[in-house]
Nanobody
Framework: QVQLVESGGGSVQAGGSLRLSCAVSGYTYNGYYMGWFRQAPGKEREGVAFIDSDGYRNYAGSVKGRFTISKDNTKNTLYLQMDRLKPEDTAIYYC??????????????????WGQGTQVTVSS
């Protein structure tokens, strides 16, 4: 059974940094693409970043240049380094895993497996 467990959320002031982690178990990690999503209060969940099985990565425009997605295949762990955080980055952050044809990896429907989420709060 696939399991994704996020950690590393918390509260930080604007301009600060956080690193989220997502521990993955239950499948052959290397064969999947992975993504980070977030959902702010009253808003739909949105894609933040993804990394595919070849290591190609991309980001939503709102976080490009500030966030970095990476993975450690030896530890089966996905990361999201978040720098220069802004109050509008406040949300619950989710990691997700999927496989198959990659049409748009910033879309929820690409992913079959989800973590429980971790709260990130950025104060001004």
């Amino acid at each position: 059974q696939v399991q994704l467990v996020e950690s590393g959320g918390g509260s930080v002031q604007a301009g600060g940094s956080l690193r989220l982690s997502c521990a993955v178990s239950g499948y052959t990690y290397n064969g999947y693409y992975m993504g980070w999503f977030r959902q702010a209060p009253g808003k739909e969940r949105e894609g933040v970043a993804f990394i595919d099985s070849d290591g190609y990565r991309n980001y939503a425009g709102s976080v490009k240049g500030r966030f970095t997605i990476s993975k450690d295949n030896t530890k089966n762990t996905l990361y999201l380094q978040m720098d220069r955080l802004k109050p509008e980055d406040t949300a619950i952050y989710y990691c997700a895993a999927g496989q198959g044809v990659a049409w748009d990896l910033l879309r929820e429907w690409q992913y079959a497996h989800w973590g429980q989420g971790t709260q990130v709060t950025v104060s001004s």
